[in-house]
């Protein structure tokens, strides 16, 4: 699952005083269906909805990818640009998984 679905359905089940449990068990694909004898689906959809809007319009901007000439040039070593751009790959899948955008 990914992050921001994760943080959504917390916040839910915290707001609406349920288990956990019965929020992601409502998961169905991108929608939510009804659970147990409460029909709360039209909500969790809407709320689904509002808050992927609202981190869709959210984008960061990446620092600037150091290549090897560039970290030579600085005195730095070639695996000085193989690591930067590692922990890039991975700050830009983290922010990705928390709903975010990249730009590119």
Do not use: C
Request: no cysteine.
């Amino acid at each position: 699952m990914d992050e921001s679905r994760k943080q959504f359905e917390e916040y839910v089940a915290k707001k609406l005083r349920l288990p956990f449990e019965m929020i992601t068990e409502a998961r169905n694909g991108d929608r939510y269906f009804a659970f147990s004898s409460m029909d709360i689906r039209h909500s969790l959809n809407e709320w689904w909805t509002l808050w992927q809007a609202s981190r869709a319009d959210i984008e960061i901007t990446a620092p600037k990818f150091i290549d090897s000439r560039e970290a030579l040039a600085k005195g730095f070593t070639v695996d000085y640009s193989n690591g930067f751009g590692d922990a890039m790959d991975a700050y830009e899948e983290n922010i990705r998984a928390a709903g975010v955008k990249v730009k590119e």
